[in-house]
T-cell receptor, first 113, second 114 residues
């Protein structure tokens, strides 16, 4: 079982719709959870972080965390063509001095006009 | 701030040659990370340093890979000898040393080993 699992996609949504990206993780003692966006040929950039159960909203983005189910999700409201990218879920646990991120392989999102 | 700086941006070399990748972290950041990204395996942590000291090198694939951080503003990742399976994009990232801080990625070095 992979430590962090994501559906590779592509996930296609029409412009203006809600895109829902999902991630599961295997280490129950994971502490912190992150969503990075990566455009083709570019480096990952952090868009959301979440540390406690529930929802966290930032503009059009909402991160949801359920530690009991070991599940993290990212919702993108009013999806725009500029949101088309690969979204990487990352989890920080207690190994490696507590500063080590484990990444999923990413979900490719395509927002269609 | 200039962000994380990596060089070279692209490297093409032949199998068996030595490859050295360079990274300058963001000034004031105490943690530095080297990642490798491939289509098959995604983004994998190779090694990370805190205050110039290697903390976790469990992701370094084999003895052909080595990394150093001689001071707070410079790190190298060396592959000797290089093999075609080392072809990937190598990212360097840095963060402040506390456990919840964001990692900021450099632009990456695309390595092709022929």
């Amino acid at each position: 079982q992979k430590e962090v699992e994501q559906n590779s996609g592509p996930l296609s949504v029409p412009e203006g719709a809600i895109a829902s990206l999902n991630c599961t993780y295997s280490d129950r003692v994971s502490q912190s959870f992150f969503w990075y966006r990566q455009y083709s040929g570019k480096s990952p950039e952090l868009i959301m972080s979440i540390y406690s159960n529930g929802d966290k909203e930032d503009g059009r983005f909402t991160a949801q965390l359920n530690k009991a189910s070991q599940y993290v999700s990212l919702l993108i409201r009013d999806s725009q063509p500029s949101d088309s990218a690969t979204y990487l879920c990352a989890v920080r646990g207690l190994t490696g001095g507590g500063n080590k991120l484990t990444f999923g392989t990413g979900t490719q999102l395509k927002v269609e006009l | 701030d200039a962000g994380v700086i990596q060089s070279p941006r692209h490297e093409v070399t032949e199998m068996g040659q030595e490859v050295t990748l360079r990274c300058k972290p963001i000034s004031g950041h105490n943690s530095l990370f080297w990642y490798r990204q491939t289509m098959m395996r995604g983004l994998e942590l190779l090694i990370y340093f805190n205050n110039n000291v290697p903390i976790d090198d469990s992701g370094m694939p084999e003895d052909r890979f080595s990394a150093k951080m001689p001071n707070a503003s410079f790190s190298t990742l060396k592959i000797q000898p290089s093999e075609p399976r080392d072809s990937a994009v190598y990212f360097c990232a840095s963060s402040l040393s506390t456990g919840t801080d964001t990692q900021y990625f450099g632009p990456g070095t695309r390595l092709t080993v022929l």
